[in-house]
């Protein structure tokens, strides 16, 4: 931006191991302190204005392309709004399939956040040598866990696959329920590879508890600002992925809303736009901007709810609150929580695999335009996403809003990259190891922009320390 | 690892599913990684270039003033650039904007639109540079792409497909719904490489992987009036994820 009056910025673009566009700018005072950080994201593609005019029944396809990392979260939101307007039930079987996919996705997604994505600091060290901190040198050193991040991902990408026949972008789930009926043989593949899933990320739960003390210094400046967390939970209170309620609470436990109907998640929250980010930023109406700041995703989903719902993550649960108190704040446990909660996903896809409706053959209710209006709101693997359409007399959309999951993070977001940089960022030196914690901190929160633009190779990477003129003060290059 | 070919992966505007189908070819990838040097690059700026590379993999569509340089940018320091993925090779979901006023558009999205910086048009990247192939897809096939490096490799010709999705639905025995059930198909004319995936689940082609070679548009519109379907329909169904291909937004545009 071009209103910078303070005398130095450090640019930090691009920021790796997240999604291209965006980058961090990181701001000294005279003394050399860090005055403030924010994070960018500069891609625009408009959705909810190049959607006007479309058929309503498009736009799960359509949606599905905001996003090549989690379209089955769009696919899912977009489809309940239209199941909305068209004033349809799916069928059970057709329920039980959108949840199985659902929470397939969210292991996926999960499992490339936390192993290819954040491990590789965790295992090496955030000063350790970029040329082997990413998911090939875990190979080298750590081949075993490497194998249990790349066959859990693979497994969900799998279920995804064989579920809607293609991993990206499938075009299986639609408005009325889904297009085809789960086989005997598709169920039972499916199943067969859940108990290795599952001790895939035992093993990584375990490693991580007995290493989670030596990351107290992570753990204590990480986005530890106080927050309000929101997401879906059952009616009583188990985590839940696809409908449900809404809850919000505060720092403390403090509820502030619950027992919202999805449909009204637009009452609970507003949309700011900052002038340094495309990316709009949420709060709870309740507390105001910038009061309302507020968290969603698996740290969020683990906290509003009073239980995981499945045997072997409340046991998880259980420990993780007795380790970390009751409501874990800083944002480093969003690890922890992908982790028990990647567990929970598969002991909930086991759950719906045994249930004799799954493989029932009525898949699809079929209707007309019934209201004018539907809204969709389903758990990403991010946090909360919704989808609102208006549609006219012949269901052609006149209006469209979407509240992603990264939107909800982004005040929080920022907050953090500013504690981190003030821990961490000296004008007078930059090092590898302070530039890399500055991008982790973002990556804690897994933003819906994440890329696979992580795994072989030499990252590249240019920060470069500027004084009032321009003139370049320190670079790294890696 | 020197003396291998080098490998660049730059993103401009898109969702990073064609990417993501680079990192999908799990069992693949570590083959591959003995023959070429993978290095991924989120975003470099115009400035800050390495290179060169021999061959540099492009997705997303270009929208906004700096993407246009940066793209100038990549070509510079590209022996073989390979458009992949339908907004780099038509402009992509996001060329739907282009009948919009911009403007508008940012209006309707952004309480604040004066922040943002957008160029009129999404557009592909062979509107800025020079491109030496072209993978078409929403997302790109996994196998058209390792075929693709492969072939660059290689020194010979990508054998990326010129027939249509009937192709594939006739492989597949899948039965021609348009003909059995009188749905609007974008099959006769969108490239073979989906797998003929959605009229195996009884719906009509969107035209995800863009316009076949010579695809006879006009001719299929023909059809889908013949079938009831009204002009507006017609229209929309030409212009959705590769509704800036020049042949679809022509036959588009015929018809509303």
């Avoid at chain 1, 309503?56 to 359509?62: D, N």
């Avoid at chain 1, 046991?315 to 009751?326: I, K, Q, T, V």
Wanted: hydrophobic share 40%; aromatic share 6%; proline share 6%.
């Amino acid at each position: 931006m071009t209103n910078e009056i303070t005398t130095r910025r450090i640019v930090i673009d691009p920021v790796t191991r997240i999604e291209g566009h965006s980058k961090i700018t990181i701001t000294l005072d005279e003394a050399g302190e860090v005055a403030n950080a924010r994070f960018h994201v500069t891609q625009f593609r408009g959705f909810e204005r190049m959607v006007h005019g479309r058929p309503v029944h498009e736009m799960p396809s359509l949606m599905a392309r905001i996003c090549g990392i989690c379209p089955v979260s769009h696919l899912i939101a977009a489809s309940k709004a239209v199941d909305a307007i068209m004033a349809v039930t799916p069928p059970p079987a057709a329920l039980r399939l959108r949840r199985l996919m659902n929470l397939a996705q969210i292991v996926q997604s999960h499992a490339l956040s936390f192993f290819h994505l954040s491990s590789p600091d965790l295992l090496f060290g955030f000063d350790a040598d970029p040329a082997k901190r990413h998911l090939y040198g875990l190979l080298a050193e750590h081949p075993q866990f490497a194998r249990d991040g790349i066959a859990l991902r693979r497994f969900g990408q799998h279920v995804i696959e064989l579920l809607g026949g293609k991993r990206i972008h499938p075009a299986w789930i639609v408005p009325g329920g889904v297009a085809s009926p789960l086989t005997a043989e598709v169920r039972d593949e499916i199943a067969g590879g859940l108990p290795e899933a599952i001790e895939s990320v035992v093993r990584a739960l375990d490693w991580y508890k007995a290493s989670l003390a030596g990351w107290a210094e992570e753990e204590a400046v990480w986005g530890t600002t106080p927050t309000a967390f929101l997401g879906l939970v059952t009616p009583d209170g188990e985590v839940e992925h696809y409908d449900g309620v809404l809850r919000a609470i505060g720092p403390d436990g403090t509820v502030i809303h619950d027992e919202i109907a999805p449909d009204d998640v637009e009452r609970c929250v507003g949309e700011a736009v900052e002038p340094w980010s495309y990316l709009k930023s949420s709060y709870l109406t309740a507390l105001g901007h910038p009061e309302g700041i507020y968290r969603v995703g698996p740290l969020a989903r683990l906290n509003i709810a009073d239980r995981m719902g499945t045997p072997r993550a409340d046991e998880e649960l259980a420990e993780l609150r007795e380790r970390l108190g009751r409501y874990p704040s800083s944002s480093f446990h969003y690890h922890y929580t992908r982790l028990v909660e990647t567990l929970s996903c598969l002991e909930r896809m086991a759950h719906l695999l045994q249930h004799p409706e799954v493989t029932d053959v009525r898949v699809r209710a079929t209707a007309g335009i019934n209201r004018a209006e539907g809204v969709g709101v389903a758990e990403a693997p991010r946090g909360t996403l919704m989808h609102h359409y208006v549609v006219d007399d012949g269901g052609l959309v006149q209006h469209a809003n979407l509240i992603i999951a990264t939107g909800q993070n982004n005040l929080a977001m920022n907050a953090g990259v500013k504690q981190v940089a003030q821990r961490y960022v000296r004008a007078d030196r930059l090092t590898e190891g302070m530039l890399n914690r500055v991008e982790a901190v973002i990556r804690c929160y897994d933003p819906c922009l994440s890329c696979s633009t992580h795994a072989v190779g030499e990252m590249p990477f240019h920060v470069q320390l500027r004084g009032p003129a321009g003139e370049v003060l320190d670079e790294l290059v890696r | 690892m020197a003396g291998l070919p080098k490998l660049a992966v730059w993103k401009f505007s898109s969702c990073d599913g064609c990417q993501l189908s680079l990192l999908h070819c799990e069992d693949e990838l570590l083959p591959l990684l003995g023959r070429i040097e993978i290095a991924y690059f989120p975003e470099a700026t115009r400035t800050e270039l390495d290179g060169p590379y021999d061959v540099s993999l492009v997705e997303g569509s270009v929208t906004t003033p700096e993407e246009a340089e940066r793209i100038e940018a990549v070509r510079d320091r590209s022996e073989v650039l390979v458009a992949i993925g339908a907004c780099a090779t038509t402009g992509g979901i996001q060329a739907l904007r282009n009948s919009a006023d911009v403007d508008e558009l940012a209006r309707v999205v952004y309480a604040h639109p004066e922040y943002l910086d957008t160029l009129e048009t999404s557009s592909p990247i062979s509107a800025h540079v020079e491109v030496d192939h072209e993978i078409q897809g929403c997302p790109i096939s996994r196998g058209q792409l390792l075929d693709t490096l492969l072939a660059i490799l290689t020194g010979r010709r990508p054998n990326l497909p010129q027939s249509s999705v009937c192709m594939e639905c006739k492989m597949l025995g899948t039965p021609c719904l348009m003909v059995t059930s009188g749905i609007g198909c974008l099959g006769p004319v969108t490239q073979a490489g989906c797998g003929a995936l959605c009229p195996s689940y009884d719906r009509g082609c969107f035209g995800c992987y863009g316009p076949k070679e010579l695809p006879n548009t006009a001719a299929l519109a023909g059809r889908w009036s013949e079938l009831g379907i009204p002009a507006d329909a017609v229209a929309r169904a030409f212009r959705t994820f590769t509704g800036n291909a020049p042949a679809f937004r022509e036959e588009s545009d015929r018809h509303g």
